[in-house]
Structure formats: C-alpha cells, structure tokens
C-alpha cells in the first residue's frame, strides 16, 4: 500500500517518513532498501517486506525530492542496526534487518562519552556534553527519538537535546554533541 499524500514530510524536523512492514517469517521475503535522510545525502539501509518495497520507494523518492541542497558531505551509509558501511563492509539482510558483514553489533554499538568511563548504548542513546558547568563539563548519555535515529547531529538533536540555557549545539564526533551555554562564560 503507497502511503497516503502528507505521511512524508522530509522539509522539517523531525522528518515525517511513514512505517513499513518489516514482518517475515523467511529471509527471503524481505529486501533491503535506501533512502535518503537528510539534506547532505546521508543514507540508511534498512530491510522491509519485498510487499512493501513499490510503496517504500515512492515514499523515499518524495522525500529526496523535499531536501533542499545544503552543501554539506554526506556521512557513510547507516544499516538498521546503527553500524556505517561502505563497500568494504557490505550489508546483509536477515530478519528483516540490515546488518554490516562483519562487524559486531556489541563493539560497534557502543560510545564512549566524556574521560570517566562513562558508554551510551549507540543504538538508542547520544552523548551529549554541557558546559560550561562551573569549572567542568557534565556527560550524560541521552535517548534519541525516532525520528534522529539515523542523523545523530546537531541538525536533528539539537532541539529536543540542547535546551534552556544550553541552546547553542556543536557537533563532535560519531553520535556526540556539544550542548554549550554561551550566557554561561
């Protein structure tokens, strides 16, 4: 089933991009997919029932075509289980999920956040850094929404992370950002 005109919205955050059927009770029945989600041509792979893949491919084209250029790079391709491919590291699909060949999902699933020790769970937390905070700088790993799954930046963090007097966001690495107080110094 095509989703209806309006599900996709990729000119806004969070970007609205409907659900598909990901059931199967054979690898076979499902397909590996791509869009694009965000404006520097950043891609997710991600693996959804072969009934579904006409309708996921006319939701993906509407949502590139909403993109506006914006002159950034894009960051590696993302498989449904967080982890970034290239041609090196190719995908596979099982159980109706994209996975990189040969990476494991516990090491690649992991951030370190701040000099203490302290690890996010990659798949469902960013680290995110405040400061100034007195003398140091707080680290606490943060839950991620939905709809930034797959675009861990300031781009779509930013607004439910970097809020009050922490308003202005910094990018710092692979799913960690700067949630910084300039009234603060």
């Known amino acids: 089933m095509a989703p209806s005109p309006g599900t996709v919205d990729c000119r806004t955050q969070p970007v609205t991009f409907p659900s598909f059927d990901r059931a199967c009770s054979a690898d076979s029945e499902c397909v590996a997919v791509r869009r694009v989600t965000n404006c520097c041509g950043s ?3 991600t693996a959804v029932n072969q009934a579904v893949v006409k309708a996921f491919k006319a939701a993906a084209v509407s949502c590139n075509s909403q993109f506006p250029p914006c002159g950034c790079a894009a960051q590696p391709a993302r498989a449904d289980d967080g982890s970034v491919f290239d041609d090196a ?10 996975h990189v060949c040969g990476t494991s999902f516990v090491t690649a699933a992991k951030t370190a956040c701040g000099p203490n020790g302290l690890t996010c769970d990659a798949r469902t937390e960013v680290c995110v850094a405040r400061e100034p905070v007195g003398p140091a700088i707080v680290y606490e790993c943060k839950p991620v929404s939905a709809e930034c799954t797959w675009l861990r930046s300031c781009a779509c963090l930013a607004s ?17 950002i700067d949630c910084l107080c300039p009234m603060c110094q």
């Open 89 to 98: 590291h190719p995908y596979v699909v099982s159980k109706c999920t994209a």
């Open 160 to 176: 439910g992370l970097c809020t009050s007097a922490y308003n202005t966001c910094s990018d710092v690495g692979d799913n960690q």
């Open 43 to 45: 891609e997710l792979v």
